[in-house]
């Protein structure tokens, strides 16, 4: 596909979509219903592809690849090991297709890249100074074990009946409904965490590590300070004090742990041939790896907008500096 029919590069190179990031049409006034509807089951919309992929792979996950509520009543290294290795798995084929599409094998070249260049091996800042490298090793040293940390938690609680764990059989519509909002307090809750992390003392010692990554790729979604995993996992915490199954809280971890690489592809667009192309829906936050201040959110709830801190992509200077 030609990049230059719907958008194009300026001076140094960065790419810029014809059309402004804009919200879907869920917290509008008034409302709009037929939109609103067109827009829950379109493809893509608010349930497929991602949500609705992120959720069968949750019920692949509860039903196939977790052990039963009896053996979970006891913490024992077996099970929790096991988990730890199941969702290694998970992240490395999930964020490696991405990465190996994109970036190793370059399908599309630098085509609808809105940085033209590629994640650095020359860095000092990071470790080793390889961005991939250093991205990948905080993704597996700390996302995936403390990811694997509240899921053992949470799924221990359940277990026991120490939290009001509730059946589908017996509430099957706020069932659904419980797990169609999850994408939505999750919005909710990593903007209010973002912006905390972004307080200049949390900033300068957890949130900044996020933040070397001004040309992000698939990998950087997880590349966090230890600090930043336990604030970004922490929104599973509301299952704890809402009638909830185990299946939500899974749906709400793994949400949370796959959407980031799609986030930070880097991409605009990947082309699935010569006339079609799926939109990563990645560059408001882009626009925040590049110009730190705006969109601390980009989901569903207009927070950033309500707030005061939305940046459509519109307008802005090339040689603005990302921090």
Same mark, same amino acid.
């Given at each position: 596909?030609?990049?230059?029919?719907?958008?194009?590069?300026?001076?140094?190179?960065?790419?810029?979509?014809?059309?402004?990031?804009?919200?879907?049409?869920?917290?509008?006034?008034?409302?709009?219903?037929?939109?609103?509807?067109?827009?829950?089951?379109?493809?893509?919309?608010?349930?497929?592809?991602?949500?609705?992929?992120?959720?069968?792979?949750?019920?692949?996950?509860?039903?196939?690849?977790?052990?039963?509520?009896?053996?979970?009543?006891?913490?024992?290294?077996?099970?929790?090991?096991?988990?730890?290795?199941?969702?290694?798995?998970?992240?490395?084929?999930?964020?490696?297709?991405?990465?190996?599409?994109?970036?190793?094998?370059?399908?599309?070249?630098?085509?609808?890249?809105?940085?033209?260049?590629?994640?650095?091996?020359?860095?000092?800042?990071?470790?080793?100074?390889?961005?991939?490298?250093?991205?990948?090793?905080?993704?597996?040293?700390?996302?995936?074990?403390?990811?694997? %940390?509240?899921?053992?938690?949470?799924?221990? /609680? =359940?277990?026991? @009946?120490?939290? +009001?764990?509730?059946?589908?059989?017996? &509430? $099957?519509?706020?069932?659904?409904?419980?797990?169609?909002?999850?994408?939505?307090?999750?919005?909710?809750?990593?903007?209010?965490?973002?912006?905390?992390?972004?307080?200049?003392?949390?900033?300068?010692?957890?949130?900044?590590?996020?933040?070397?990554?001004?040309?992000?790729?698939?990998?950087?979604?997880? %590349?966090?300070?230890?600090?930043?995993?336990? /604030? =970004?996992?922490? @929104?599973?915490? +509301?299952?704890?004090?809402?009638?909830? &199954? $185990?299946?939500?809280?899974?749906?709400?971890?793994?949400?949370?742990?796959?959407?980031?690489?799609?986030?930070?592809?880097?991409?605009?667009?990947?082309?699935?041939?010569?006339?079609?192309?799926?939109?990563?829906?990645?560059?408001?936050?882009?626009?925040?790896?590049?110009?730190?201040?705006?969109?601390? %959110?980009?989901?569903?709830?207009?927070?950033?907008?309500?707030?005061?801190?939305?940046?459509?992509?519109?307008?802005?200077?090339?040689?603005?500096?990302?921090?």
């Amino acid at each position: 596909m030609d990049e230059s029919q719907y958008g194009a590069r300026d001076k140094r190179g960065y790419w810029k979509p014809d059309v402004p990031v804009a919200y879907p049409p869920a917290f509008v006034w008034p409302l709009q219903p037929k939109r609103f509807l067109t827009w829950i089951f379109a493809v893509p919309g608010y349930l497929f592809p991602w949500n609705g992929l992120y959720f069968l792979i949750t019920l692949g996950f509860w039903y196939f690849l977790t052990p039963s509520l009896e053996t979970m009543k006891t913490l024992s290294p077996g099970w929790i090991t096991y988990l730890l290795l199941r969702n290694a798995a998970l992240v490395f084929v999930f964020v490696g297709a991405w990465h190996a599409w994109l970036y190793i094998g370059k399908k599309q070249g630098t085509s609808f890249k809105f940085n033209g260049n590629w994640p650095t091996r020359t860095n000092p800042s990071f470790l080793f100074r390889s961005q991939t490298l250093d991205n990948m090793i905080w993704t597996f040293a700390s996302a995936v074990p403390i990811w694997t %940390a509240y899921e053992v938690l949470s799924l221990w /609680l =359940y277990a026991n @009946g120490t939290v +009001l764990g509730m059946q589908l059989s017996a &509430s $099957p519509v706020y069932f659904v409904v419980l797990a169609l909002l999850i994408p939505v307090i999750r919005d909710v809750h990593f903007y209010c965490i973002h912006r905390l992390i972004h307080w200049p003392p949390l900033y300068r010692r957890i949130h900044s590590l996020h933040h070397k990554n001004i040309n992000p790729g698939p990998w950087s979604g997880l %590349a966090m300070h230890p600090g930043e995993h336990l /604030l =970004y996992f922490s @929104g599973v915490l +509301l299952h704890f004090i809402i009638p909830s &199954s $185990p299946i939500h809280a899974l749906f709400h971890l793994l949400h949370a742990a796959l959407s980031p690489a799609q986030g930070h592809v880097g991409f605009d667009k990947v082309t699935l041939g010569q006339a079609k192309a799926m939109n990563t829906h990645a560059y408001a936050h882009y626009l925040h790896h590049r110009y730190f201040n705006c969109n601390y %959110a980009d989901g569903v709830v207009p927070m950033d907008k309500w707030l005061g801190t939305f940046n459509d992509g519109s307008g802005l200077k090339s040689e603005q500096k990302s921090n």
